[in-house]
């Protein structure tokens, strides 16, 4: 049972042109969602990230949308550049957490981003 | 060292054979927390320390994982008589407040 589903194993885009990926979560209790970005032989790096009071947050070229009736995220690359190709992985957190983030994880996106 | 630090990056392993793979976390992290991630899907949590205490250990997947965090630092997951199953990436993060950072993997292969 996928708590956190990424439908979209991969998605290719034009150098410049916008990167959409979404994501999309059953567990009501999730509050804060979370975007990690992965290349070969590392390890996830964090991305940005949104809690549930907000519906948008923005970074540089990078924006979360949170819609929560709808429990789907998505991220934004705009612009976006070959160094952006890797695999980005959706990740929630429910409340009871606390201040330890235990993450439940999508299945991750690879995006490609031809020059 | 600046980042969470896992060793060995690589280990190939004969079905039957125990294992044991070890994590540095960030220096003053709280939080540890091991993933098992399956070529082709995202990783999946395993267990959780806060200092030396193990809090959750509800996603290790039998009793032949067993996760240690004798001193607070340092963490080792040893695997038991292991099974092809359990091939897969191991992801160690720490964590003080907020978002966790993660290791580079240990990548078993088990034959």
């Known amino acids: 049972d996928q708590q956190v589903k990424q439908n979209s194993p991969s998605l290719s885009v034009q150098e410049g042109r916008i990167s959409i990926l979404n994501c999309d979560y059953t567990n009501s209790m999730f509050d804060y969602f979370l975007w990690y970005k992965k290349y070969p032989a590392e390890g996830p790096t964090f991305l940005i990230s949104?809690?549930?009071?907000?519906d948008k947050n923005e970074d540089g070229r990078f924006t979360v949308f949170l819609n929560k009736s709808a429990k789907h995220l998505s991220l934004h690359i705009v612009p976006s550049q070959p160094g952006d190709s890797a695999v980005y992985f959706c990740a929630a957190t429910p409340v009871s957490s606390g201040s330890a983030r235990q993450l439940t994880f999508g299945s991750g996106t690879q995006l490609t981003v031809l020059p | 060292g600046a980042g969470v630090s896992q060793s060995p990056r690589y280990k190939v392993a004969k079905r039957g054979q125990d294992v044991a793979l070890r994590c540095d976390p960030i220096?003053?992290?709280?939080?540890l927390f091991w993933y098992q991630q399956a070529l082709g899907q995202g990783p999946e949590f395993l267990t959780y320390f806060q200092n030396e205490a193990q809090l959750d250990k509800s996603g290790l997947p039998s009793d032949r994982f067993f996760a240690e965090r004798p001193e607070g630092s340092v963490s080792t997951l040893k695997i038991q008589r292991t099974q092809q199953e359990d091939s897969a990436v191991y992801l160690c993060?720490?964590?003080?407040?907020?978002?966790?950072?993660f290791g580079e993997g240990s990548r078993l292969t088990v034959l």
């Open positions: 993060a720490s964590s003080l407040v907020g978002e966790l950072f």
């Open positions: 949104i809690s549930s009071i907000k």
């Open positions: 220096s003053g992290h709280v939080s």
